[in-house]
């Protein structure tokens, strides 16, 4: 399935589910809070408004959002009122607030394409184990404008990611049975502010203030059980055949795939809860594919004509089967 969060026009929060065979010029929503109160379920309306309580109590949502979908696509006339149509529903994050938000390091080619460009070798740690940072839970947003302070404007970036949902309680999970803890998968758009980022990296912190102001998520969260004609088996865990793309203004800038991550989500997976429970709902992005920032692309490609995002810039990334998350930068005044 691929699940949304969508807003109500009283500005609350209800999941929705994209109906099959819809595509992206006329592609349809179902309603779940409001498909459940027609069908009179008997789940706990809570569960249908936000992503965190549907994962955690999936034994029981997943089952009846597949079968009312199910009825939706068959034309059930009671659900009839439940319908919308994607280009008129507002979207927010699919998870808009995550237990926790961390972002990984997993693609070789751009690190080691950005630490080329800077006239420096490959780390030699990379190869070590897969890192990662936490970034701001409580700084999520979905499609359409997205608000960023005049510092946070010198050399903004964004990275081509896609992240996956934690689906399931778990510590010291091995690699070869983490796969089994993801949710589902989304694209990401891990926003940063590299002029802030250059001046507090010099105190070895990690990624901070420069990451601090915004991460995009969606449109929506995709289930993993959805993915498996895409899904690459390996001893290290899976990986998933999906091309990455990223637009500016309309130009294509970037081109990856996923299935070319170094550390896969599982062996990330088993970092992450080495002494650490992880919980339903936790939010872990892949890092930046290959291609995937000016950073990158300026220290290669653009070198002559280095590019960075300004106000009123459109931005668009895009995923195979995970859709297109698209997003207009504006300046926050004070």
């Not at 997993?106 to 780390?123: C, K, W």
């Not at 996956?164 to 993801?182: F, H, L, T, W």
């Not at 997976?269 to 594919?289: D, F, H, Q, W």
Request: charged share 25%; hydrophobic share 40%; with cysteine.
């Amino acid at each position: 399935m691929k699940l949304v969060t969508l807003i109500a026009p009283d500005r609350s929060f209800h999941l929705g589910v994209l109906l099959e065979g819809a595509n992206i010029k006329n592609a349809r929503i179902l309603d779940l809070f409001e498909a459940h109160a027609l069908l009179k379920g008997d789940l706990d309306p809570h569960s249908l408004q936000d992503m965190v309580a549907f994962i955690r109590d999936q034994a029981k949502t997943l089952p009846w959002a597949k079968q009312a979908s199910e009825k939706a696509q068959a034309g059930d006339s009671t659900l009839a009122s439940a319908i919308h149509a994607e280009s008129e529903t507002l979207l927010a994050a699919p998870v808009p607030h995550p237990v926790s938000c961390r972002d990984g390091y997993a693609f070789r080619q751009h690190v080691e394409s950005a630490r080329r460009g800077r006239g420096v070798p490959m780390i030699p740690e990379f190869d070590h184990f897969p890192i990662f940072y936490f970034t701001n839970h409580l700084a999520i947003t979905g499609p359409g404008e997205v608000y960023v302070r005049e510092k946070a404007l010198e050399r903004l970036d964004f990275e081509l990611e896609v992240a996956i949902v934690v689906g399931k309680e778990g510590r010291n999970i091995p690699a070869s049975k983490a796969d089994e803890y993801i949710f589902g998968y989304m694209i990401m758009n891990d926003w940063s502010a590299r002029g802030l980022q250059s001046e507090e990296m010099k105190l070895n912190l990690g990624p901070a203030k420069g990451k601090d102001f915004a991460t995009t998520l969606g449109p929506y969260l995709v289930t993993r059980e959805e993915l498996k004609k895409h899904r690459i088996d390996g001893p290290n865990g899976e990986r998933y055949d999906l091309r990455m793309k990223a637009f500016h203004n309309g130009k294509q800038v970037s081109d990856g795939n996923l299935k070319d991550m170094t550390w896969t989500f599982a062996q990330i997976l088993e970092r992450a809860s080495y002494g650490v429970t992880l919980r339903p709902g936790e939010v872990i992005g892949s890092g930046t594919v290959g291609t995937g920032c000016y950073m990158e692309l300026n220290l290669t490609t653009l070198k002559d004509q280095p590019v960075w995002l300004k106000p009123g810039d459109d931005f668009v990334l895009e995923v195979d089967e995970l859709g297109r998350l698209e997003n207009t930068i504006r300046k926050e005044n004070a």
